[in-house]
């Protein structure tokens, strides 16, 4: 059932007739009081979740800017303090390619999942 606010206009016995918006014009104005339930205007301490934004995992500070992952280009393997790393080219979203990084698997945000969508793309491409 549709909730809809309406202002009262008067209360007849156990019925209330109401002010219709003009959308609703062809319903009859009178409900039975049973079906009614009152109307209070909610403060912002009573739900304080509401008020908070929400900031994506997979945001990265790239040049002052924020940046989404978009999605992982290629890989490549650097030698650093005598050990073998691998590294990622990242492709961030609304960003030119200059603006394309170098990271390491753990500095990828939500990189398990970009990784998995790179690796299962990669395969598709070798099985084609």
Do not use: C
């Not at 909610?42 to 800017?65: A, C, H, M, W």
């Amino acid at each position: 059932m549709t909730k809809h606010t309406w202002n009262q206009t008067s209360k007849k016995g156990n019925k209330l007739e109401v002010r219709l918006t003009e959308e609703f014009s062809r319903n009859h104005p009178l409900f039975p009081v049973s079906l009614v339930n009152p109307y209070f205007l909610t403060g912002e301490n009573k739900f304080p979740s509401r008020n908070k934004t929400y900031t994506p995992q997979n945001i990265l500070e790239v040049e002052d800017s924020l940046a989404l992952v978009r999605k992982i280009i290629k890989p490549r393997k650097i030698r650093l303090n005598g050990k073998d790393n691998r590294q990622y080219l990242v492709r961030f979203k609304n960003q030119t390619a200059d603006k394309h990084k170098w990271l390491a698997e753990d500095a990828i945000p939500d990189g398990n999942l970009h990784l998995r969508r790179f690796r299962d793309s990669r395969r598709a491409e070798k099985s084609h």
